[in-house]
Nanobody, 128 residues
Framework: QVQLVESGGGLVQPGGSLTLSCEVS????????VGWFRQAPGKEREGVSC????????HYADSVKGRFTISRDKAKNTVYLRMTSLRPEDTAVYYC?????????????????????WGQGTQVTVSS
């Protein structure tokens, strides 16, 4: 059974930083594209960043480019999202997700296609 468990969320002041982790069990990350998504209150879920199985292609939403960094440790089967220069509009529940077959990480992030497994989410609140 596949499980994705996010952690690292919390309350942070504007301009601060957080690193989210997504520990994966039941599958080997080396075979999967993975991504981070978020959903703010009253808004639709959106893709934040996705990375392909070879770590060769990465997609970032325009709103987080230059501030967020996705990475993974395949030995630990864990995906990370380093978030810096956080803004109040980054407040949301953040989810990680995985796909074995999505042909392009931009498609995965923008259209949320090919996603087979989701985590339960972790809350990030940016507020003074």
């Amino acid at each position: 059974q596949v499980q994705l468990v996010e952690s690292g969320g919390g309350l942070v002041q504007p301009g601060g930083s957080l690193t989210l982790s997504c520990e994966v069990s039941g599958l080997k990350l080396i075979y999967y594209s993975v991504g981070w998504f978020r959903q703010a209150p009253g808004k639709e879920r959106e893709g934040v960043s996705c990375i392909d199985s070879n770590d060769e292609k990465i997609h970032y939403a325009d709103s987080v480019k230059g501030r967020f960094t996705i990475s993974r440790d395949k030995a630990k089967n864990t995906v990370y999202l380093r978030m810096t220069s956080l803004r109040p509009e980054d407040t949301a529940v953040y989810y990680c997700a995985a796909s074995t077959w999505v042909p392009d990480v931009q498609v995965m992030c923008v259209f949320q296609e090919g996603i087979e497994d989701w985590g339960q989410g972790t809350q990030v609140t940016v507020s003074s």
